[in-house]
């Protein structure tokens, strides 16, 4: 009995260790400057679910997918409502921590106007929109970590596992 104890508590205690060394990993983390907005082509959307209650379909251009050496990947969002309506949105994704940024919003005239002072948010948190999430479960993330490549997300995306699931 004695020894079970004892190799539970030796678990516990590198578990313990291996959390504080991650939570030092994270604290120590810097973002990488963002690069500029990547060209885009609406008509090479690969397309996902957000929720069965949206009217909007949701796709990146597996063109604009890059992953930083910070592990951020952009992306280019595109929501397109029935009337053909856009929101387009070039985003940066931090699976190890479940956020999303936005760095920039593409307007009708164009021209991409750069968000004044982009902050992280949680992709759990109470936003008007699930998209970011709902992309890191269609492939974008590999639990909380980053996908393996852009080839990996892009696959992920054309198999598009979640599309019965709503968020």
Known sequence: ?????????????????????????????????????????????????????????????????RISKDGVLSYVMVATSASGARNILYEGLRCVTGEVKTYARYSPSGAWTLAAQPEWRSLFGNMPSKHALAFARAGACDGAAQASSVNEITRQLKLNRFSRFSW
Do not use: H, N
Request: hydrophobic residues 50%; glycine residues 4%.
């Open 1 to 65: 009995m004695i020894s079970k104890s004892l190799v539970m508590m030796c678990l516990l205690s590198l578990s313990a260790g291996a959390w504080a060394q991650r939570d030092a990993e994270l604290a120590d983390w810097k973002e990488e400057a963002v690069a500029p907005p990547p060209a885009f082509d609406t008509g090479k959307l690969l397309t996902f679910d957000v929720s069965q209650a949206s009217s909007l379909t949701y796709g990146v251009d597996p063109a604009t997918l």
